[in-house]
């Protein structure tokens, strides 16, 4: 199967929620949080900073698990809707 690349619409989603991944994040270890999600510390790293900027739907599910972060709020973030208002300060 062939990848088509990303538009930079999709490119900017992608860094939209890793932005807030890592601020949900705030100060809990990378690796911890990475463990408790099912992926290794350098995916979270990577989708953190916008340098996977589509994950699987499988690992962002479990990574909103991990952070307490509502699924639905994710998706919001990533079609370009307003960050909570806690993600947002």
């Not at 619409?9 to 991944?21: F, K, M, S």
């Not at 990378?30 to 989708?47: M, N």
């Not at 499988?58 to 952070?67: D, F, P, Q």
């Not at 509502?70 to 990533?78: E, I, K, S, Y």
């Amino acid at each position: 199967m062939v990848r088509h690349p990303l538009t930079p619409e999709q490119i900017e989603a992608g860094r939209r929620l890793g932005a807030l991944l890592r601020h949900a994040r705030a100060e809990r270890d990378l690796a911890e949080v990475a463990q408790a999600a099912g992926i290794s510390p350098e995916t979270l790293r990577k989708i953190e900073t916008g340098r996977l900027p589509s994950p699987g739907f499988g690992t962002i599910v479990r990574l909103g698990e991990a952070l307490d972060v509502p699924v639905q709020d994710l998706a919001a973030t990533w079609r370009g809707g307003e960050l909570p208002l806690e993600a947002a300060s």
